[in-house]
DNA sequence: TCAGGAATTTGTCGCGCGTAAAGTTTTTAG
DNA sequence: CTAAAAACTTTACGCGCGACAAATTCCTGA
């Protein structure tokens, strides 16, 4: 049989008896070539297993059929979450997607933005560390590759934004909050490390102030991306030193607020709302996990699937239409209110 | 200025001062030129920044500087933290590493090893989904790809195997529990997706029996990557039902053991060790969040930072000495006991 | 100071494919 | 049935770099 290995595109043309240019156009895009041309091809594709060669195809290719996705912590399951659904679309569109983590470091987020240009990208979708991110770095980056930001949004980067709308769902939750009791005390770092908490928090000053309430920032020290161990260790001594004003805690972000169940539990208080509940605890974000704390946390859920469908529309346009786009668009998503039993 | 672009190694080669050729070696090998050289080369590097073309590179280059990296799942954030060990030792080793989730599925599993393939990576550090892996795509591809496993084993495939001593660690944890009370279930998915489901099963049959105990299974259905779900709903079944002859339940993983804590939570049972608790329940694996759930979930660690360590140092020496190991080596990890207040 | 080896330069080829132009065949429309 | 359009073939070039051989320059040590 002829199970003499195909070496290059040369020798798989001459088998399927096709020129080698139309071949190439085959691979570009199978229905460029008429239907009877296409079949024979396919034909020799099932006897001799070929593939073009990666590195050639894109060294001379304009433009590559690589979307890079960045985001700036992959093991935290959110993002590891909405990655995964990003990748799934791309890949359904055609795209080969790279999936980068910045591992909650600038450098390392600087170097990943580095890689991805030297592989010349179709485009990239990027959500950057926020507060903890070169700007110039990403100015000059999005400059050069059409870039759609996601999660964490940076003023005038990028084609364009898909992420929450911070302000509807923390003042939704504070709403919610103040409606059914005690209002909230807001739970976060002082120095918060990941990308919307200073959003968050001017939310929620603004929301209590509408309500006639006065902000109760508990602000606690920590760095890095181990929010649950800092939701814990700080729950601890808040809990501990009484500084807490009110019977109700909205947490900056679920890992935190999980950190912070774990360490209510540890002190004996009972989390939850009426009779025989000491504290009511809520976060935001409706991380994977928050359905099965003990109780169930009461949280802001973010549309995972919108957000990421979106992202790769756009960005799926902007690279399909050559062009980028007129006016930077900037699209916020509603959070839903996500009652279960913390608060 | 000489602010005009740097176009290939050519132009760079001239501006530096120095023949392309040591440029390039330069660039495959900065100790491999003399000192002087170097100095002149990364003077001009710092006036142009300028960088090979990776496609052009590793076209022609025997061997790539890429190490293809696979996990079954990686919004599992057991899986997305070795991953992450994984990269950054990849990294600091001077080479590429890609990540690539399976997402769950056999045929993403072989897309991943097919796109490797066609990437020409150096090596792969590769954790099948086990039981759910197509052996045959992954022996061949094993054949042509120097290819470490981790995690989960696939008998005879590639060069070498690192993961968790199952039988040690689940046999270490059910003797504790036997010790310090009554012998446990073991709570598991009768058709279980995660890769070293059935060893553990095994692992706790033999345990339980050569401790004179009646090993009893408690198999519950529910497929997918949902652990902590099928833990929640079936943990309220089993609880409901009283199917549990024992009042120790040993989980097969730690994400099964938080759904069953959320559920027993759920049915006002208290969990953990000594009066005034209802049931023990541990888990396995020590995942990032079991150090945070209601109970502390007493488990059974995997020491990721070795076994992602000597992975990657194999394959490192695989690919640097060229040549595959005489016999395929296998190492287990022992697993560590982590005693919290769950069990 | 000089030999000899190491480092470098020069020149040249090849990798596998994209791409373009010009000529040929096939298909489609009138 | 014919002419135009579409698809294909042939031919040829270029991409940016790795790899190699031969010639040259540099450095080391006695």
Redesign the pocket.
């Given at each position: 049989m002829g199970q003499n290995r195909i070496?290059?595109?040369?020798e798989?043309a001459a088998v399927s008896?096709?020129?080698?240019?139309?071949v190439?156009?085959y691979?570009?895009d199978p229905d460029?070539?008429?239907a009877?041309?296409?079949e024979r091809i396919e034909a020799a594709l099932e006897r001799y297993d070929y593939?073009?060669?990666f590195y050639?195809?894109n060294?001379?290719?304009?433009l590559t059929k690589n979307v890079g996705i960045v985001v700036p912590y992959l093991a935290d399951p959110f993002f590891a979450e909405i990655a995964r659904c990003i990748e799934t679309l791309c890949y359904a569109a055609g795209f080969r997607p790279i999936l980068l983590s910045s591992h909650g470091g600038q450098a390392q987020e600087n170097d990943n933005l580095d890689s991805l240009r030297s592989i010349r990208p179709a485009g990239v979708l990027f959500a950057p560390l926020g507060r903890g991110s070169d700007r110039a770095v990403i100015e000059s980056f999005a400059a050069a590759v059409p870039t759609v930001l996601f999660d964490s949004n940076i003023e005038d980067v990028g084609e364009a934004f898909f992420g929450l709308d911070n302000v509807q769902s923390v003042g939704m939750i504070v709403e919610y909050l103040c409606r059914t009791g005690e209002p909230p005390a807001f739970f976060e770092m002082r120095t918060p490390t990941n990308p919307n908490a200073f959003k968050r928090r001017r939310a929620y000053v603004e929301a209590m102030e509408r309500l006639g309430h006065a902000p109760d920032l508990v602000q606690v020290e920590g760095g890095g991306w181990d929010f649950e161990e800092i939701g814990y260790r700080e729950g601890m001594r808040v809990i501990s030193e009484r500084r807490l004003s009110t019977n109700t805690v909205l947490c900056s972000n679920d890992r935190l607020a999980i950190g912070f169940l774990a360490a209510a539990f540890d002190k004996g208080l009972r989390i939850g709302r009426g009779e025989g509940h000491a504290l009511r605890v809520a976060g935001h974000d409706d991380h994977p996990f928050s359905r099965f704390t003990c109780p169930k946390l009461t949280t802001v859920a973010q549309d995972y699937a919108s957000i990421a469908e979106r992202s790769v529309e756009e960005l799926v346009r902007l690279v399909e239409s050559g062009e980028s786009r007129p006016r930077r668009e900037t699209t916020l998503f509603e959070g839903k209110l996500i009652m279960r039993d913390s608060a």
């Amino acid at each position: 049989m002829g199970q003499n290995r195909i070496r290059n595109m040369e020798e798989f043309a001459a088998v399927s008896g096709i020129s080698r240019p139309t071949v190439s156009k085959y691979f570009h895009d199978p229905d460029s070539v008429r239907a009877s041309t296409r079949e024979r091809i396919e034909a020799a594709l099932e006897r001799y297993d070929y593939r073009p060669n990666f590195y050639a195809v894109n060294q001379n290719r304009r433009l590559t059929k690589n979307v890079g996705i960045v985001v700036p912590y992959l093991a935290d399951p959110f993002f590891a979450e909405i990655a995964r659904c990003i990748e799934t679309l791309c890949y359904a569109a055609g795209f080969r997607p790279i999936l980068l983590s910045s591992h909650g470091g600038q450098a390392q987020e600087n170097d990943n933005l580095d890689s991805l240009r030297s592989i010349r990208p179709a485009g990239v979708l990027f959500a950057p560390l926020g507060r903890g991110s070169d700007r110039a770095v990403i100015e000059s980056f999005a400059a050069a590759v059409p870039t759609v930001l996601f999660d964490s949004n940076i003023e005038d980067v990028g084609e364009a934004f898909f992420g929450l709308d911070n302000v509807q769902s923390v003042g939704m939750i504070v709403e919610y909050l103040c409606r059914t009791g005690e209002p909230p005390a807001f739970f976060e770092m002082r120095t918060p490390t990941n990308p919307n908490a200073f959003k968050r928090r001017r939310a929620y000053v603004e929301a209590m102030e509408r309500l006639g309430h006065a902000p109760d920032l508990v602000q606690v020290e920590g760095g890095g991306w181990d929010f649950e161990e800092i939701g814990y260790r700080e729950g601890m001594r808040v809990i501990s030193e009484r500084r807490l004003s009110t019977n109700t805690v909205l947490c900056s972000n679920d890992r935190l607020a999980i950190g912070f169940l774990a360490a209510a539990f540890d002190k004996g208080l009972r989390i939850g709302r009426g009779e025989g509940h000491a504290l009511r605890v809520a976060g935001h974000d409706d991380h994977p996990f928050s359905r099965f704390t003990c109780p169930k946390l009461t949280t802001v859920a973010q549309d995972y699937a919108s957000i990421a469908e979106r992202s790769v529309e756009e960005l799926v346009r902007l690279v399909e239409s050559g062009e980028s786009r007129p006016r930077r668009e900037t699209t916020l998503f509603e959070g839903k209110l996500i009652m279960r039993d913390s608060a």
